[in-house]
């Protein structure tokens, strides 16, 4: 992990020789080298490059064989790419934290929005909880977590929105606390389905065998629409919204308007 020096001796300063390969570069920064290799990586999660690499869509037919073999989610294929070639390349998100994780013959589900790379030995798959992928098998794969990520053990409830994924345990089933149940306002919500619930009514029950990814913030990632540059002074493109300029619906309904570009 690279460190700045003192004020006399200024920040470190990198090139391809001192990037470290396949670790961290400081917190909110990761480092991949590709050695005539492929990696698949979320759309908006490249920083910068050393080297010779090229990006292709999911679905490009020369990759038909790879994505046939390690990709299976339709639903998410627009927001992904290959990443292939020779160098390293620098991966980050909105100074989230950034991790690598090394999954052996397991299962991991994660929230799709944290997960920003994975290695074609690993497969990817649609989760039956809406939100959430799948990676089977063994390999590397590069999540973000709006803070530090925490390991439990089940049995345990979380906040849904502290919950970065598990591995190797059932899915999740509700729990709802007795008071949102049987209240005044736990009957408005259910008839209405208007203001949410806090963790505190609310949580994912897992038990079983297995590990639960917890981030150390009950914030969720600010969701951005891949490839969409941000609408701010002196950034090419910037501004420039959906298609027609259809404004972007809310929550789940905006994520299915995107991935099939309406």
Not at 136 to 144: C, E, L, R, S, W
Not at 151 to 180: K, N, T
């Amino acid at each position: 992990m690279s460190t700045y020096g003192t004020p006399a001796a200024g920040p470190v300063v990198h090139d391809p020789t001192t990037l470290p390969a396949d670790d961290n570069v400081d917190h909110y920064t990761f480092c991949v080298e590709l050695k005539g290799t492929q990696w698949f990586m979320q759309k908006g999660k490249m920083i910068a490059y050393y080297g010779s690499i090229d990006f292709n869509g999911i679905g490009h037919g020369r990759l038909d064989r790879l994505v046939r073999t390690s990709f299976h989610s339709p639903l998410h294929a627009s927001d992904w790419v290959v990443a292939e070639g020779s160098g390293k390349m620098l991966l980050a998100d909105r100074a989230f934290d950034v991790n690598a994780y090394d999954l052996e013959d397991g299962n991991l589900t994660i929230r799709s929005g944290n997960l920003l790379a994975f290695q074609p030995s690993l497969s990817l798959k649609q989760s039956i909880v809406p939100g959430f992928l799948t990676l089977i098998g063994t390999g590397k794969f590069v999540a973000a977590s709006n803070g530090p990520v925490v390991f439990m053990e089940p049995p345990i409830r979380v906040d849904p929105q502290a919950l970065v994924g598990w591995a190797d345990c059932p899915s999740p089933c509700h729990h709802y606390d007795h008071g949102y149940l049987t209240g005044v306002m736990g009957g408005l919500r259910a008839m209405t389905g208007l203001g949410g619930a806090s963790g505190e009514e609310h949580q994912f029950e897992f038990v079983g065998a297995g590990t639960v990814l917890l981030q150390s913030s009950e914030a969720l990632m600010t969701e951005q629409a891949t490839g969409v540059p941000p609408a701010e002074p002196g950034v090419p493109g910037g501004g420039q919204g959906q298609p027609g300029g259809a404004p972007r619906l809310p929550g789940q309904l905006g994520d299915l308007q995107r991935r099939f570009g309406l």
